[in-house]
């Protein structure tokens, strides 16, 4: 080898072990300074111009308000501040707050909140919201908007349904025809603490302090919303001092934190900050297709062929295990029953299984494909399950595939979640145990009369105390009848770099309207 | 030539006839449907019959496949690919956003994959089996074996974790495209140093090189004026397979740079299942291809004149 080439060869060697020690270094540090914006990475796209969507979650919690919000499993005032249920049950009147005005300074009234609700209704987007029974709209004055309802109102679940992130109120000019909300969505303008000052599809969406807010103003000047749909790549946008936050779609199911990097994350000197939500993953039986799902003992056999300890084992600590019966300690309609009736034990499964003359038994589960910690989990239950002599198909496929094929007949088993964000702890639950109601559909879990009885004791009263005793009555039925394994409570999580203060979850959701920011 | 020209460009009709329908048909062959999983992200919720019946007859669904395809085909012939279904933005001017995106990254990812393999294999293949040949050919075959987006991991940790030179994903500043670019050029390099350094060495033992080195000439000039020229062809024709890098090939890179080029784009939209975006993607990516292959085959002309695409679609009577 030539001197020349030796040089050359020495002097890329000394550049990489100077990158390589360079990367292990720590920077020093130095004096905070008062930041003005806080940048933030998020797993979706805030859709703040879709022409028939509603925009997502965090876009609607920054920069929307709504008649009423859930918080701590009580509706309360927003842009109405008062409701009266009247007429039999057949109407709910809002009397609306005076003086509210959207972020483009027009005036906020009965007749603009009126437009959101002909435009959901015109579109069917009732998910979640009861806005189905809904006959007619009726707007007496420029502060009372009257909702009459076909059949009568369905209790406090109709009443919380207006809380629902797409009830979110938008000002005449969000439509392509200002004041027409049959045509296209065109622009975000909402009423809450912030507002949208710049959108990029699939890249970000700034939000600004939106002045004509009547509430507390918001202590930063920006927040930039940044969409980095792989949950990798936002660690390191954080990791990197390219984002300050990142915060998990707090839907569940996607787009969320690696939870086996929050360990990582918090070593680094990252904050962590869990919110246990009302929401639960669980394992569903196709009772509707496959007649053996009927028979309790069988759903009683999986409750206790699962460690759920070892499930939750599997997210590095971070997520609680469904020891209890249905949803955690989060929230005071939530509260656990204090008992845990099917303790993992293999033997007793096996037991039950051979009463139902299922010896062998080898039932299909559904898994997604997309949603790593899905099929690291049904790996898992398929050696688990061994132990009780279950022999657990797994039928991996993809999120288009798996949405179609849960409604066939051809599975056993799929995991997916029930509950959600606090706003949703009554629909949500009705939807998935009461098969009247419209979001039932696929996703719909095991039910029995004494169930659809026991969650309409806990989602229709207007009194406090029976809702609560109507969610132990629910825990119980469902408890009793084993009509899911409920596995783990999930949680959101928000990941902020030590300097960032002031980060609040209001009922679930995480709220950045007091943060302020030094580094 | 100009024939030649004018014949592939008549093969552009039935090519996107055929290519068009079957994507429609695909579309049409996969279990889900578009109405559910549309409706669902769009109310975040699952949808009710009648929801999905109405959003089937809104966008015509509801009727025969082929009425469907050709009011499509009749739409794309006078430039109107229509509307995403998932929230209602055009068709092209999406594609048109994203494209632009894929071919910043494409050209400046593979002008410096040919920065790097061109002297690298050039130099191996003058100096086979020397220590600098064995280096740079270990260096192609571990290159070769990391994916693109490892490396691109590697590089974020290095740039942009451990040195904070760089940012970490984006595309609004010139900044922003570096490390997604040196991910996708220094992964293009690794297999186009052995393409270079193979065509090359093959060239180097033809006959007329032997004659140029008796004539005197020197190495410069026997690369430069003779060798490098014919080697040239089927370095050109491996870059034209890169090209699937720009059409969907990147998308992991894309993904963890939230990289906004046609990888995402497509990804996207099969996962909605959202047909109209799904339909222009390929019909703008098959007249994209055969353009560009139309290029390539120009310049392998350019190259070689001896190369004859008169006869029988192009054979080299040489």
């Known amino acids: ?519 | 030539m100009i024939k030649y020209i004018f014949r592939r460009l008549l093969y552009l009709i039935p090519v996107l006839i055929l290519t068009s329908f079957l994507a429609y048909m695909l579309v049409y062959l996969s279990p889900s449907s578009p109405a559910q999983i549309i409706l669902q992200a769009r109310y975040a919720g699952e949808p009710t019959q009648e929801q999905i019946v109405e959003f089937n007859e809104e966008y015509g669904f509801d009727q025969s496949i082929l009425v469907q395809y050709t009011t499509w085909l009749k739409n794309a012939m006078q430039g109107d690919l229509g509307k995403s279904l998932t929230d209602g933005s055009d068709v092209l001017e999406d594609f048109i956003y994203s494209f632009k995106a894929s071919a910043k990254l494409y050209f400046s990812s593979q002008l410096l994959a040919l920065i790097i393999a061109l002297p690298i294999g050039v130099y191996s293949a003058f100096k086979a089996n020397s220590i600098f040949d064995r280096i740079s050919r270990t260096y192609s075959l571990v290159g070769i074996s990391i994916p693109d987006f490892w490396l691109g991991m590697l590089l974020v940790y290095i740039f942009s974790i451990g040195l904070n030179l760089l940012p970490s994903f984006g595309y609004a500043t010139p900044k922003n495209i570096i490390l997604p670019m040196l991910a996708l050029g220094l992964s293009s390099s690794f297999s186009l140093i052995r393409i270079v350094r193979t065509s090359v060495l093959e060239v180097l033992h033809l006959n007329y090189i032997r004659t140029a080195r008796s004539k005197g000439l020197s190495e410069n000039q026997i690369m430069m004026k003779h060798a490098l020229r014919n080697a040239m062809i089927p370095i050109v024709t491996v870059m034209g397979i890169h090209l699937t890098h720009f059409i969907g090939g990147a998308v992991a890179v894309e993904s963890m740079f939230a990289w906004p080029g046609l990888g995402n784009f497509f990804a996207k939209a099969a996962g909605s299942q959202d047909i109209p975006v799904i339909q222009g993607f390929v019909l703008l990516s098959a007249v994209f291809f055969i353009f560009a292959n139309l290029i390539i085959d120009i310049i392998c002309k350019q190259l070689d004149p001896r190369i004859d695409y008169q006869n029988e679609g192009g054979k080299n009577n040489g």
């Not at chain 1, 060697?13 to 806080?38: D, H």
């Not at chain 1, 959108?199 to 939106?210: C, G, L, M, R």
């Not at chain 1, 390191?236 to 969320?256: C, K, N, P, T």
């Not at chain 1, 999986?302 to 949803?327: H, Q, R, T």
């Open chain 1, 1 to 519: 080898m030539n001197l020349k080439l030796k040089k050359i060869l020495c002097f890329s060697m000394t550049a990489l072990m100077m990158v390589g020690f360079v990367g292990c270094s720590n920077v020093g540090a130095s004096t905070k300074t008062a930041q003005t914006e806080l940048k933030i990475a998020y797993g979706k796209d805030t859709g703040a111009v879709s022409e028939k969507g509603n925009g997502d979650m965090l876009l609607t919690i920054f920069a929307g308000e709504r008649l009423v919000e859930v918080v701590d499993g009580e509706v309360v005032p927003s842009i109405a501040e008062s409701w009266e249920v009247k007429d039999a049950e057949n109407c709910i009147s809002f009397k609306i707050k005076k003086g509210l005005k959207f972020s483009d300074g027009t005036d906020l009234t009965a007749k603009e909140v009126k437009l959101k609700f002909d435009r959901n209704i015109a579109l069917k987007s009732f998910q979640w919201t009861e806005l189905d029974r809904i006959d007619k709209i009726e707007i007496p004055d420029d502060n009372t908007i009257n909702f009459y309802y076909k059949d009568g109102m369905d209790g406090y679940v109709a009443l919380a349904g207006f809380a629902e992130y797409g009830n979110t109120i938008v000002g005449s000019n969000s439509f392509q025809t200002p004041g027409d909300p049959t045509t296209p969505m065109v622009e975000f303008i909402g009423s809450g603490p912030w507002k949208v000052e710049e959108y990029v599809k699939d890249q970000y969406t700034t939000f600004v302090p939106n002045e004509n807010y009547i509430g507390e103003a918001v202590k930063l000047e920006k927040v930039t919303v940044n969409m980095i749909k792989d949950d990798e790549a936002r660690v390191l946008a954080i990791q990197a001092g390219d984002v300050d936050a990142i915060v998990d779609y707090y839907h569940g199911g996607s787009a969320y934190t690696p939870r086996n990097l929050l360990s990582t994350l918090k070593e680094e000197g990252f904050q962590i900050l869990k919110q246990e939500m009302p929401m639960t993953t669980v394992l569903a039986f196709n009772y509707t297709n496959n007649e053996a799902w009927k028979n309790i003992k069988l759903r009683q056999a999986m409750n206790y062929a699962i460690n759920k300890d070892e499930i939750a084992g599997l997210f590095d600590g971070w997520i609680s295990p469904a020891n209890d019966a249905y949803f955690s300690d989060c929230s005071p309609f939530t509260t656990a029953l204090g008992k845990q009736s099917y303790k993992y034990d293999p033997e007793k499964a096996k037991s039950l299984l051979a009463e139902c003359g299922l010896e062998g038994f080898s039932p299909k589960m559904l898994v997604n494909s997309e949603n790593i910690d899905e099929v690291k989990m049904a790996e898992l239950l398929q050696s688990m399950l061994k132990e009780s002599g279950i022999n657990l198909q797994l039928d991996v496929m993809d999120a288009t595939k798996f949405a179609e094929a849960k409604k066939g007949a051809d599975w056993d088993v799929y995991s997916y979640y029930i509950g959600g964000p606090e706003r949703r702890i009554y629909s949500r639950n009705e939807g998935r145990f009461d098969k009247s109601t419209p979001e039932f559909g696929a996703s719909g879990c095991y039910t029995s009369e004494s169930i659809v009885t026991a969650v309409q004791s806990a989602v229709d009263p207007f009194d406090e105390n029976e809702r609560k005793k109507g969610f132990k009555e629910f825990y119980a039925a469902i408890d009793a009848e084993a009509a899911c394994v409920p596995l783990y409570y999930d949680a959101v999580f928000v990941v902020a770099n030590e300097g960032v203060k002031g980060i609040e979850f209001v009922g679930t959701e995480p709220v950045f309207d007091n943060v302020t920011y030094k580094k």
